[in-house]
């Protein structure tokens, strides 16, 4: 079945960075876009960042373009976020999504998700 496996997520000061991962299991990784969510509490789930299959196409929330970046190993099953210039505001619980195809409210499987809290 499918398996999605967050890590790498922690207590970081502002101005740090983290590296989070997602590890994939149970279908074919290079045949899907992986994304990456994240909630605060007391909001929304909101999408953060996402890559094709291919990682010909990336997309970002505008509030953390020029700060983090989505990556992906396919021979590893594995989706990542380097996330730099750590913000307060960017404390949320960290979700790792498969989308059925390109295009946001397409994700169909969930990771159980890394807290990543920013301190001041």
């Known amino acids: 079945q499918v398996q999605l496996v967050e890590s790498g997520g922690g207590l970081v000061q502002q101005g740090g960075s983290l590296r989070l991962s997602c590890a994939a299991s149970g279908f074919t990784f290079s045949n899907y876009a992986m994304s990456w969510y994240r909630q605060a509490p007391g909001k929304e789930r909101e999408l953060v960042a996402a890559i094709s299959g291919g990682s010909v196409n990336t997309d970002y929330t505008d509030s953390v373009k020029g700060r983090f970046t989505i990556s992906r190993d396919n021979a590893k099953n594995t989706v990542y976020l380097q996330m730099n210039s750590l913000k307060p505001e960017d404390t949320a619980v960290y979700y790792c999504?498969?989308?059925?195809?390109?295009?946001?409210?397409?994700?169909?499987?969930w990771g159980q998700g890394t807290q990543v809290t920013v301190s001041s």
């Open positions: 999504a498969r989308w059925r195809y390109w295009g946001r409210d397409t994700q169909d499987y």
